[in-house]
């Protein structure tokens, strides 16, 4: 095993967050990286688990540190990936899965470049608002800001690897799942391939001369 970045990126409200938990919860071959933020935390939100949720001079700190892998600033707050919470999961033989925007997925793509990167894209405007006000925790400027970065976000869909339309849940995480499996079978990603093909090359040699002797 051989195991990679899946970074998923999307506009807010397209369902991002849902798939993510749901992959991480049905397959033990993945871990999640957990960001950090200066943003406050939502009802139900938990520090280290969705979020560490840092002060800016904390996040700040960390960026002069050279902890972060990539980070931006979304909606008006700072967002950052750490390098040891990547590598943590790599270590642990699992890929990992960040949740990042699509300017730190670009930062990202440049630093690990084996990273797959996965766009969701909503079904449509209106279901995209629809689950944006569903949520409860947007104003009416928060809901604007997210839908002005939504279409600035749309922009950089052709950077990623592979696009899915999130319009059944269930569908969206078999198509992201599938992603994941095709990638880990993936020629320049199977460990010591030139070494299993050989091996069976010598062997069918032998055969080849003993069938034909
Ligand atoms: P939310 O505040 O709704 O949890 O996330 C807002 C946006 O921040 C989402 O588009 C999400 O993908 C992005 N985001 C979350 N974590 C990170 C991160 O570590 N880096 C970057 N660049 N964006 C992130």
New binding site residues.
């Given amino acids: 095993m051989n195991p990679f970045p899946i970074v998923m990126?999307?506009p807010?409200g397209a369902g991002?967050?849902t798939v993510t938990k749901e992959l991480l919860a049905r397959r033990s071959d993945l871990g999640y990286s957990v960001?950090?933020?200066t943003?406050a935390p939502r009802i139900g939100e938990v520090d280290g688990v969705d979020?560490h949720f840092l002060t800016e001079a904390d996040f700040l700190q960390r960026v002069a540190q050279n902890e972060l892998a990539?980070?931006?600033n979304?909606?008006g707050?700072m967002?950052?990936?750490l390098k040891s919470a990547v590598q943590t999961v790599l270590d642990s033989g699992k890929h990992v899965m960040?949740?990042?925007?699509v300017?730190?997925a670009r930062q990202f793509a440049q630093a690990y470049p084996h990273a797959v990167l996965v766009f969701l894209l909503p079904p449509s405007v209106e279901v995209l608002v629809a689950r944006l006000i569903g949520r409860n925790t947007e104003d009416r400027s928060t809901l604007l800001t997210r839908l002005r970065s939504a279409h600035a976000e749309l922009q950089d869909v052709d950077r990623y690897h592979y696009v899915v339309v999130n319009d059944h849940l269930e569908a969206t995480i078999d198509r992201v799942g599938a992603i994941i499996d095709a990638e880990a079978v993936r020629r320049d990603r199977v460990h010591a391939l030139d070494q299993q093909v050989e091996g069976l090359v010598e062997r069918l040699e032998q055969e080849i001369s003993q069938y034909s002797a």
Avoid: W
């Avoid at 960040?98 to 925007?101: A, L």
């Fill in positions: 990126s999307a807010s991002k967050t960001s950090c933020t943003r979020y990539e980070h931006a979304v909606h707050r967002y950052g990936t960040m949740d990042i925007d300017q730190g």
